[in-house]
């Protein structure tokens, strides 16, 4: 009998693995009966993406054929195999497919299910719920399950698993296809009532992917609650018809499997790469497997003329990467015949333009949760790989990678002292790109837009001065193009500080660049505007970040578009030695209760520069207000979410009330919040709490202030209760919230005037 189950399914779920990619169809669920006489169903597509899960399948369906205990398959056409009736007959998946003699009506009535961790979970069917049909554009049905029932935890639709819509009581599942859906099809899943992690968003890292033809971009995408929280183990599909993009790695391994490198009567099933197109193949030209899976990915309709269906799972961080790609792609294509076999190719890529590759909750794509904006242009050799910055010193011509290509330096000058600094792009292999005929930067050209921060005025591009008049001031940006011919650096424009752009007279450049196509240019310093202590040596800095009022921008863009990026210099500002000035954007505001208002804060030297590292502390008092958000990130921290003779730490969602709850049940039952950018004490000692925020490299901090329906964990806990959530009601507020630099408040530094009805 072992020998036996070896040869027929080569650990069970092998095989199963093998024939999806020579079958149309393949498996949506599997249902296999357990020793102890109980129905097992498992989700074929999570039983591969998640390897406990595989593993506790391989082992139970290898298990249940040495014992001879039914195995039933249902494929995505509707088919349900007795796969134990067909290990019997010596029949392959495609062959059991086509006999009608193992081929069953239904399948067993499941009594327990898998889940992702290999464990099994009593199902408890129910017809308390309702549910409804839809087709969505692609032709596949869409099925939503209104749930009446109480504790239900899962929800799974012909063995596919349904995804809750936010917070509500309705779960969807996608089924490919036209499917008809019955009563007996939805099977509810019961457990515990703990709060779960509801999926809101997708967050893509980075946000934007600007490539070049030939060249690939990782992506990490993250899948998060309301609160910005990661969710693990949670499904996300990609839209698909993008032509030219591939996906050829998953969390840093390459995509592959098995596929017939024989012919159609001579098969040869090899182990090759199986990169995803994210668009339709036809003919010749399309894959020669029609699915493919590793950890965290599952794809198919690869080959069947189709849109491809492409599904992520994040790991137990919440997140997933895949490389994008877009040309030069090798792939096995569909060329096989009775005489000829299948054969490698490469899509050589198509330009892609401000498309969005977005992510959605369900598979009927009606539930959009992201996206990624993708441009991709320009050739391989163009490419920008770093943008380099220097100060002092001119920038290598060669450095040994990207990561060495200096992009910060800080320094230090007297007031009207002035500064040369050196900037290049280089290309992916870490040289420069020089603007010289028949090198890699022919036929090629970079944009610049250069852009001083408050107090600096650009005096000089190479040795050429730059105008400055009593009217218009200096220059603050220049616009400018950087060419292959002999021309070098060519601007387009100059613009003064006060906004008016110089339409005559532009100086001749000739030498603003170096025989290494590195600019320079010098920075000139303001006397009636840079720091300046006691005629002591002040602090001159730059940060670049594009198009800031206090920030020099250094961004290059070749005319395709296809490669940008941003230099940053670090620097702090330093002030005078006297009173510092709280900025808040906006000062004053009116908001209903239960709504949010977003307050950017700057901290500001007597020159008005920013300062970064500046501790700010809010005046507290102010009954119904909180802080929920810094910086765009939720407040959380760790919190007896159990008794106190049985404690039970959480990371739960701690907003910062801006006022005394008193002693009752009302108060947090955490004493303190902190954040990057926040630190707060006293939340529950029955006195006003102490508030400080720490601005940032940009001298700034963001806080979101809400008044009402705040929920929070309040301090209900003994030692047979636990601490529970409570939601504050908020009140009618019309006070100025007070902005200090100091801890005890005499240094008043700023306000805001809030008014909440």
Request: charged share 10%.
């Amino acid at each position: 009998m072992f020998q036996k189950g070896f040869k027929a399914l080569g650990c069970a779920i092998v095989p199963i693995l093998i024939f999806t990619q020579s079958a149309v169809a393949a498996p949506l669920s599997i249902i296999y009966q357990s020793n102890t006489n109980q129905n097992v169903q498992v989700n074929y597509a999570n039983a591969l993406a998640n390897p406990p899960m595989k593993e506790a399948l391989t082992s139970a369906l290898l298990a249940a054929e040495v014992a001879n205990l039914p195995i039933f398959i249902t494929d995505d056409n509707g088919s349900v195999i007795n796969y134990t009736a067909a290990i019997g007959r010596s029949e392959n998946y495609s062959a059991a497919l086509n006999d009608s003699t193992v081929n069953q009506a239904t399948a067993p009535v499941a009594t327990q299910q898998m889940n992702v961790d290999g464990s099994l979970t009593t199902i408890t069917s129910s017809t308390s719920f309702t549910y409804s049909t839809t087709e969505d554009l692609f032709g596949n049905t869409i099925v939503n399950v209104t749930v009446t029932a109480p504790n239900v935890t899962g929800v799974t639709v012909k063995g596919t698993a349904a995804t809750q819509v936010g917070i509500s009581n309705v779960w969807r599942a996608g089924l490919v296809g036209s499917v008809i859906v019955a009563s007996s099809d939805i099977t509810l899943v019961t457990g515990n009532t703990s709060t779960t992690n509801v999926l809101t968003s997708v967050k893509a890292t980075p946000a934007s992917v600007n490539s070049v033809l030939g060249g690939s971009q990782p992506v990490t995408l993250t899948t998060q609650d309301a609160y910005g929280n990661p969710i693990t183990n949670q499904n996300i599909y990609l839209q698909t018809g993008i032509q030219g993009l591939w996906i050829t790695q998953v969390n840093g391994t390459n995509i592959s499997g098995s596929v017939n490198m024989g012919t159609l009567s001579a098969p040869s099933m090899q182990l090759v790469n199986t990169p995803v197109p994210l668009f339709m193949g036809i003919g010749a030209s399309a894959p020669a497997y029609q699915s493919a899976s590793v950890a965290g990915l599952i794809a198919y309709q690869l080959n069947a003329n189709r849109t491809p269906v492409v599904g992520l799972i994040t790991g137990v961080d919440g997140t997933v990467s895949i490389t994008l790609a877009d040309g030069n792609v090798t792939y096995v294509a569909n060329s096989a015949s009775t005489t000829i076999t299948n054969s490698y190719k490469t899509d050589p890529g198509t330009p892609i333009s401000q498309q969005l590759l977005s992510c959605f909750s369900d598979l009927g794509e009606t539930q959009k949760l992201g996206s990624i904006t993708v441009n991709w242009g320009g050739t391989v050799s163009n490419t920008i790989g770093a943008l380099g910055l220097a100060g002092n010193n001119s920038l290598l011509p060669q450095c040994n990678s990207l990561n060495s290509v200096p992009q910060v330096f800080n320094f230090t000058n007297n007031v009207g002292d002035a500064r040369t600094i050196y900037a290049a792009a280089f290309d992916k292999n870490g040289k420069i790109i020089a603007p010289a005929a028949g090198n890699q930067f022919d036929s090629y050209g970079l944009v610049f837009d250069l852009t001083a921060p408050d107090g600096i005025y650009f005096s000089a591009l190479g040795s050429t001065t730059l105008p400055y008049d009593l009217t218009h001031k200096g220059v603050k940006k220049i616009k400018a193009h950087y060419t292959q011919s002999t021309a070098g650096l060519v601007p387009d424009s100059f613009i003064y500080e006060d906004g008016t752009t110089l339409t005559t007279g532009f100086p001749i450049i000739t030498d603003a660049y170096d025989n290494y196509g590195q600019i320079n240019f010098g920075l000139q310093s303001d006397p009636t505007t840079s720091v300046n202590n006691s005629g002591a040596s002040g602090s001159v800095g730059i940060t670049i970040n594009a198009f800031s009022s206090s920030a020099s921008s250094i961004n290059m863009n070749d005319p395709q578009g296809s490669a940008n990026g941003t230099v940053s210099a670090n620097f702090t500002a330093i002030s005078a030695g006297d009173s510092v000035t709280i900025q808040a954007i906006p000062s004053s505001f009116n908001a209903v209760r239960g709504q949010s208002q977003d307050i950017i804060l700057t901290a500001e030297d007597p020159y008005g520069n920013p300062i970064a590292n500046q501790t700010v502390y809010l005046g507290t008092g102010e009954t119904g207000l909180w802080i929920t958000q810094v910086n765009g990130i939720a407040i959380s921290g760790s919190v007896n979410m159990g008794t106190s003779s049985s404690t039970s730490m959480q990371t739960v969602f701690t907003p910062v009330p801006l006022f005394n709850l008193g002693t009752g049940t009302s108060v947090p039952a955490y004493q303190s919040a902190s954040a990057e950018g926040l630190t707060a004490y006293l939340l529950n000692d029955n006195t006003n709490p102490v508030v400080a925020l720490t601005t940032g490299t940009d001298g700034s901090v963001l806080i979101r202030l809400v008044d009402g329906n705040v929920t929070y964990v309040a301090n209900t806990a003994s030692t047979s209760a636990v601490n529970s959530y409570t939601k504050d009601p908020g009140a009618a507020l019309s006070k100025t919230l007070t902005l200090s630099s100091d801890l005890a408040g005499t240094q008043n530094s700023g306000s805001v005037q809030v008014n909440w009805n």
